[in-house]
């Protein structure tokens, strides 16, 4: 089983940034393929990035340019740096590991491809 925890969420105006984290409670996600996902009020949950084990990386379309994710070198901690944040942005963010070893764009397929989630980080984009 894996515990996943967000963090950095918060309130930001628009065209600020945003760095989020994730980690692992006692152990390193080098053998998962790393995924984002976010949920704004009455929408579903939908695929924002993806990382996956050899170091591909996926965005969605609406966040390419502005939206960066990584790993830290001890494979510890995986990233969401969120720039130019958007009003449109304000949603609860997840982290979430999948156990499969696919391309990065693989997981863009959505929330039924990762096996673990986090409990979300909030994200208000406001002035």
């Known amino acids: 089983q894996v515990q996943l925890v967000e963090s950095g969420g918060g309130l930001v105006q628009p065209g600020g940034s945003l760095r989020l984290s994730c980690a692992a409670s006692?152990?390193?996600?080098?053998?998962?393929?790393m995924g984002w996902f976010r949920q704004a009020p009455g929408k579903e949950r939908e695929f924002v990035a993806a990382?996956?084990?050899?170091?591909?990386?996926y965005y969605v379309d609406f966040v390419k340019g502005r939206f960066t994710i990584s790993r830290d070198s001890a494979k510890i901690t995986v990233y969401l740096q969120m720039n130019s944040l958007k009003p449109e942005d304000t949603a609860v963010y997840y982290c979430?590991?999948?156990?499969?070893?696919?391309?990065?764009?693989?997981?863009?397929?959505?929330?039924?491809?990762?096996?673990?989630w986090g409990q979300g980080t909030q994200v208000t984009v406001s002035a």
């Open positions: 006692g152990r390193t996600l080098s053998s998962y393929a």
């Open positions: 990382l996956s084990q050899s170091g591909g990386t």
């Open positions: 979430a590991a999948a156990r499969g070893y696919y391309g990065a764009s693989y997981y863009s397929r959505g929330a039924d491809e990762f096996d673990y």
